[in-house]
């Protein structure tokens, strides 16, 4: 048999009835009535007959249809069908183009949502995922390749915003070892960057920690003509040291007057597990204070339009620029730092001050028990920080 010619292939023309032109080990030509030429192969697999698709022409040239024979060739010497071979890496295809970066990305989100984490939590990665490129969210996952994340990386690094093209990495990774875990991908392509981008520039919150200035500040506090929650909440952060986010949120049936204590559950903390904070007799004077003014509702320290809503995440700076302390010298949370830096100075352990700061503990079964880990060196540490604030103010 002649094996065929691109020249008489180009030149197959319709008739009144389908016809064929044969090529060589079973590959031939099909021409319709209409004219559509098509690729195939009759084989034989298990005794029977059937008959391979392997492509229209002219998008599959008579040079690719014999290379696509082979491959069928070689698959029946191994004794696998190649239709039914083809058929599944169709399916797989199918299935990899559903699989998109975008849908497993939130599938991640609504698996963190149902783990219970925080609301910001969920809108830091939602915003993440904003910031992959539209091109690589519509991708196959399995698709994506580590240069394809590295030039998403670069791109939002070379704006000046290192710190978050190294979230957005942690994010993409976050994503793929979601696809791993429910088989969908096999790697992590964003491994392999661990030590592509640049150091994130880190800034330090703006924090006072003289104790001359540290005075300054308290009396400014107490002498605050604004809004009582908000004046309330900035005395009640500095007593505590805990994050502005967990003083804001704040409710009453977290506080336990009678035994001096403020359980903040674990769907508030930023480590996502509960934390004791001892209150000094200062903390505790305060709250009975406050209740005179939010003791009716549900929040402590709650927004003056709604007793229903908290304060807003600015409230408390904005009300240290009104008492003239500028974005760098003093933030709300700023008093952690203002806390931990004259701790440390006053000489108590690190370990009481990182427990109060509820700061992660590396050891996993140290962590399972530090709830009220050095209660007794805390609550008297927080004693001694609630009168030297009182000292420092009536200078």
């Known amino acids: 048999m002649v094996p065929l010619s691109d020249l008489a292939v180009r030149k197959a023309k319709p008739s009144a009835k389908p016809y064929k032109l044969a090529d060589a080990n079973g590959l031939y ?9 098509r690729w195939r192969y009759d084989y034989r697999h298990d005794g029977k007959r059937k008959t391979l698709s392997i492509g229209a022409y002219p998008y599959v040239g008579l040079a690719d249809a014999r290379a696509k024979l082979e491959d069928a060739r070689k698959l029946l010497a191994d004794g696998v069908d ?31 949502e149902d ?21 690589v969210q519509n991708m196959p996952i399995s698709d994506i ?4 994340v590295l ?11 290192r710190e978050t093209a190294h979230s957005v990495r942690t994010f993409i990774g976050s994503v793929f ?47 605050y003509d604004g809004w009582v929650t908000v004046a309330a909440a900035l005395r009640f952060n ?16 977290e506080i336990d007057l009678e035994d001096a204590v403020w359980r903040i559950p674990a769907e508030r903390m930023k480590m996502r597990r509960p934390h004791d904070v001892p209150l000094s007799n200062q903390a505790a004077v305060l709250l009975n204070g406050v209740r005179r003014v939010s003791g009716r509702g549900k929040l402590i320290f709650p927004s003056i339009r709604s007793a229903h809503r908290p304060l ?21 949370h700023g008093f952690r730092a203002m806390a931990s830096t004259v701790l440390n100075e006053k000489g108590y352990r690190v370990d009481v001050i990182e427990s109060q700061l509820a700061h992660i503990e590396p050891n996993k079964v140290r962590r399972a028990y530090n709830r009220a880990l050095y209660w007794d060196e805390r609550r008297h540490m927080m004693q001694d920080w609630a009168d030297l604030l009182d000292k420092l103010r009536d200078r």
């Open 177 to 223: 070892r979601h696809a791993i875990s429910t088989l969908r991908v096999e790697y992590d392509p964003t491994y392999a960057l661990r030590s592509s981008l640049l150091p994130p520039k880190v800034t330090p919150r703006a924090a006072i920690t003289d104790p001359g200035k540290i005075g300054a500040l308290m009396a400014a506090i107490d002498d």
């Open 145 to 148: 390749t580590s240069g394809d």
């Open 82 to 112: 190649p239709a039914t071979h083809k058929r599944k890496v169709h399916q797989k295809r199918e299935l990899e183009q559903r699989n998109t970066f975008a849908v497993l990305a939130d599938e991640y989100i609504a698996r963190l």
């Open 312 to 332: 807003s995440e600015n409230a408390m700076n904005s009300a240290l620029r009104r008492m003239g302390f500028t974005k760098d010298e003093m933030t709300a």
């Open 151 to 161: 030039e998403v990386l670069q791109t939002i690094e070379a704006s000046g915003r």
């Open 238 to 253: 500095a007593l505590t040291f805990a994050r502005p986010g967990e003083v804001r949120l704040a409710t009453w049936d």
């Open 115 to 135: 783990k219970g984490r925080a609301p910001a939590t969920l809108e830091k990665n939602r915003w993440m995922k904003s910031l992959v490129p539209s091109q």
């Open 29 to 37: 030509l099909y021409v319709s009535k209409a004219g559509a030429r």
